[in-house]
């Protein structure tokens, strides 16, 4: 049978998503716990790999299995084995037409940046920190240049291994909660670090280093050279992944702090 799984974890500390040998990853971690559930090998894919350091609220991931369990077993037995950092959150039986991956029409990230003078002692690790002033409304303008679906080359890494920088931006959102700087963006895929290279670029503008314009300047250039440095991973959520009926799953819960 095919079970599908709700995942939510603190990143920092693990090396990503990806299982590495002799390295402690998120999907590592999580075979090993699941495994003992099952008694058998389990192979996990997720919705969207993680790089180190990086939370998330809504991963989804997806594993075949022979082993007859009670779907709660799935969450109840896996958290008994995951240590305090990792937690499933439901559990479905899916068909095995569904994948994690490959069925996901969406994927929403939010980045959780602390704008104070002063860096965080107690969020160190689960937001961002920048000293400057950030003006949002300067942001939000620059954001508008990256709706739709066009070329993202200047925000990948020189890691990414997609073959096509195309992607489809549907929303962004960029909003202050006192000392907070929130941005959203929900798109149909994201190259790697495209995220957090967004953010870098927003960063120069925010902090007015740069002009809003210089966002359509960045896109234009098609070359990662022609944007800013990658924005700290320790503010970085993967918060919900969008799935077509019947595959409708539950929403995840923020963080409160977030």
């Known amino acids: 049978m095919r079970i599908a799984l709700g995942i939510e974890y603190?990143?920092?500390?693990?090396?990503g998503w990806q299982a590495q040998r002799e390295l402690s990853t998120i999907q590592g971690t999580l075979e090993?716990?699941?495994?003992?559930?099952?008694?058998?090998?389990?192979?996990?894919?997720?919705?969207?790999r993680t790089d180190a350091h990086v939370h998330a609220t809504g991963q989804v991931v997806h594993f075949d299995t022979h082993a007859k369990r009670h779907i709660d077993a799935w969450i109840w037995g896996t958290n008994a084995h995951l240590p305090s950092s990792i937690v499933v959150?439901?559990?479905?039986?899916?068909?095995?037409?569904?994948?994690?991956r490959f069925k996901a029409t969406?994927?929403?990230?939010?980045?959780?940046?602390?704008?104070?003078?002063?860096?965080?002692?107690?969020?160190?690790?689960?937001?961002?920190w920048h000293y400057y002033p950030l003006n949002v409304?300067?942001?939000?303008?620059?954001?508008?240049?990256?709706?739709?679906?066009?070329?993202?080359?200047?925000?990948r890494s020189s890691q990414c291994n997609s073959k096509s920088p195309m992607?489809?931006?549907?929303?962004f959102t960029v909003?202050?909660?006192?000392?907070?700087?929130?941005?959203?963006?929900?798109?149909?895929?994201?190259?790697?670090?495209?995220?957090?290279?967004i953010v870098g670029v927003l960063l120069k503008i925010g902090s007015g280093v740069k002009e809003p314009q210089w966002m359509r300047e960045v896109l234009d250039a098609k070359s990662r050279r022609a944007a800013a440095e990658?924005?700290?991973?320790?503010?970085?959520?993967?918060?919900?992944?969008r799935y077509p009926e019947p595959y409708i799953f539950p929403l995840a819960e923020p963080p409160f702090l977030i």
């Open 106 to 128: 969406a994927r929403r990230y939010r980045y959780v940046i602390f704008n104070h003078p002063i860096r965080p002692a107690i969020l160190a690790h689960r937001v961002s």
């Open 175 to 197: 909003e202050r909660r006192g000392d907070y700087v929130i941005i959203e963006i929900e798109a149909n895929a994201f190259l790697h670090h495209m995220v957090r290279n």
């Open 137 to 155: 409304e300067r942001m939000r303008e620059a954001g508008k240049f990256l709706i739709g679906e066009q070329n993202f080359n200047s925000f």
């Open 167 to 171: 992607r489809n931006i549907t929303e």
């Open 89 to 100: 959150r439901w559990s479905r039986a899916v068909d095995y037409s569904f994948h994690a």
């Open 32 to 48: 090993e716990a699941l495994a003992k559930v099952a008694n058998e090998t389990i192979f996990l894919f997720c919705a969207g």
């Open 10 to 15: 603190n990143g920092y500390g693990f090396y």
């Open 230 to 241: 990658t924005a700290p991973p320790g503010g970085l959520y993967l918060t919900h992944v």
